[in-house]
């Protein structure tokens, strides 16, 4: 099934109407208890990706489930149009509540970053650069990881995962992140997809119900 979808925005407008509706659906497809937390707190670190990325900033939230081989797989996603260009970088709001732009931390701030990044994008150079998602704000979980399904417009969780494990002494401290963040020890997997058009954010989770 899939939920109605509904608008959030950079100031947290939609936020309540979405976690409502992230209830609802756990309620649908009868999971409970902590599985039914862990939803929840994956919900609420998608929306809270959308805080600070531009002053006038919206995206579409919805949740999706269907069963599959492995469990009812749960999609929580989130999309947005690209609304702007670098010639407003000056509007654009901090990534943190102190009012800098500082370096994103952690997987949600990382992925909050290069949407905010994606949707300045105003050539096809720059397009071309944040397809191959080479930057400073997620590296590696690119079309160059051995893992199939991965294009090269998709950064992905897992193949992320995968390139860390290979190399933890040189980048301890990214694998430090990883493994204080929220999203990456409840959700099974996370794709960011970079289009021409818009940029697409999808945490998905398997659930025994």
Known sequence: MKTDVITVYSDLRGREEAMDTAERFAAYNSIKGKDAMHLRLLTEETICMVHGILDNFRAEFWLESEQTKHGLLCKICLSADKQANRVQEKHILSVSTSGRNENARGIGGRIRELLRHSLQAESAEDEQFLSSVNDVFLGAGTGSAPIAAVSANCWSLSAYKQNLSEDKES???????????????????????????????????????
């Open 171 to 209: 980048k301890s401290e990214e694998w430090d992140e990883l493994e204080k963040s929220i999203i990456s020890k409840l959700a099974d997997e996370v794709k960011v997809w970079l289009e021409s058009d818009r940029t697409q954010v999808v945490i998905e989770r398997y659930f025994n119900v």
